[in-house]
């Protein structure tokens, strides 16, 4: 029982009994349509997360550092481009659902680990994989597989951030070499980042990706201090001064805004099985400390309105559940549509981050302290609601599929 003695305080109790003793909830036996692989390798990243995450992440979240040292566990672990072919990345080759099933677990861990690892991933080594040379390929996607390179991915920009189409950001061909200039903003991974795929637009103002390294003149990746939002990973800008581009590093394959876009799908759809994480996390441990602690002589957990709090979050989570394992297997198929990625990223963040404020709340005022996750997940679902397209923005993507007409402008 949570409670007091002559001897302990609530606070020192809760410390010393303190172990991640996470359970996911699978109401409708959603396991039975997974295949033997899924669960191994979703049981693997459990037990990395409860071992290397769960005991430092909240002292690296209240002070705000990012735990630099697991870019190469992640790597070890195989959480950097899973659905990469094994000819760049040795722990490559699975499918869409195992890839949704380790950003859940991440997730479950803190958000900001889930956005190192799918930055790297669905936008880092997607786009020079699909869009790349093959010595593009060779160069970078190994080093990036097992966490020897970090990336980031500039698309944002301070004047342009739903609207990516404005960008600023450009580059001129000067015969041996491209001239890039312009600015980045909000990117995850930045400061600690040994490579940047960056959009920028050309002279004729068509966009291309280009791959620029943390070493050109020019170039420099200062960090954005003060959020009190996924503190444990590391954002910053992406600045450029006349920087040398060499030409090999332009992405060939791809030009205008669908480059980016197509990273977006990738990257949405790991988040859509991530919020579950967060989501799943929050359920448990509110439930776990309902059934503890007593008020007015029994657990809360017996309260009629806990009850209800409880029961609409399995609700929810149990209805994310589904739409992940279709969504996964859409991918799969490469069936997946920009608009029900939207609906997925949309409902399940939207969800976990109601859920967290619910759970928050049946933790009276411990839910308040770092010695739980809740209020950890909910200050970082709220970047997590705005970045990679608001709440709102992808609403006006399922608006237009609905209708043919766009709303943005
Ligand atoms: C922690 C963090 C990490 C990030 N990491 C990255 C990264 O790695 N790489 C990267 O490129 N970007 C990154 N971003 C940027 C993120 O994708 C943008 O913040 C997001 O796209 C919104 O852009 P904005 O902040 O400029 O808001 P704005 O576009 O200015 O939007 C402000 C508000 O206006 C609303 N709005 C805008 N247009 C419309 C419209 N047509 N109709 C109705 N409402 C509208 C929005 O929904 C929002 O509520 C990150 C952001 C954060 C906070």
Request: charged share 25%.
């Amino acid at each position: 029982m949570i409670h007091a003695t002559q001897n302990i305080t609530q606070l020192e109790f809760i410390k010393s009994s303190k172990a991640d003793n996470f359970e996911s909830p699978d109401f409708y036996e959603i396991d039975d349509l997974l295949t033997e692989e899924h669960k191994l390798i979703r049981a693997t990243v459990r037990d990395f997360v409860k071992k290397e995450i769960s005991p430092i992440i909240e002292d690296c979240a209240q002070k705000a550092t990012f735990p630099r040292h697991i870019v190469q566990k992640f790597g070890e672990i195989g959480a950097f481009g899973p659905t990469i072919p094994e000819a760049y990345n040795p722990n490559g080759g699975l499918d869409y659902v195992a890839y949704g099933l380790m950003m859940q677990e991440i997730e479950r861990g803190d958000s900001g680990m889930r956005s190192t690892a799918s930055v790297q991933g669905s936008l880092v080594m997607y786009p020079i994989y699909e869009f790349g040379t093959e010595a593009q390929r060779q160069k970078y996607l190994p080093k990036l597989a097992s966490g020897e390179y970090l990336g980031c991915f500039g698309l944002t920009e301070p004047n342009h951030g739903s609207n990516p189409a404005g960008m600023e950001t450009h580059f001129k061909d000067m015969g041996d070499y491209y001239l890039l200039n312009g600015a980045k903003m909000w990117i995850s991974n930045s400061p600690y980042a040994d490579v940047a795929v960056v959009w920028a637009k050309n002279e004729e103002g068509r966009i291309h990706g280009l791959i620029v390294e943390k070493e050109m003149e020019g170039f420099s990746a200062p960090e954005i201090h003060n959020k009190w939002s996924l503190r444990a990973s590391i954002t910053g800008e992406l600045v450029f001064q006349d920087v040398r581009v060499p030409k090999e590093n332009l992405l060939p394959n791809i030009s205008g805004l669908k480059g980016p876009l197509k990273c977006l799908d990738k990257a949405r759809y790991g988040i859509s099985w991530g919020a579950l994480g967060a989501a799943m996390d929050c359920y448990d441990t509110a439930k776990r400390y309902a059934l503890e602690r007593e008020q007015f002589g029994k657990p809360i957990a017996g309260f009629q309105l806990i009850q209800k709090k409880l029961a609409e979050m399995l609700t929810e989570i149990t209805k994310a559940q589904l739409i992940c394992w279709r969504l996964g297997n859409l991918m799969n198929q490469d069936r997946a549509s920009t608009a029900q990625i939207s609906l997925a990223k949309r409902n399940n963040v939207d969800m976990a981050l109601s859920i967290a404020r619910e759970a928050r709340q049946i933790l009276g005022g411990m839910g308040i302290t770092g010695e739980y996750s809740i209020m950890r997940h909910m200050m970082n679902l709220e970047s997590v609601i705005t970045y990679e397209g608001t709440h709102d923005i992808h609403l006006l993507i399922l608006g237009n599929h609905i209708t043919g007409i766009q709303a943005f402008k």
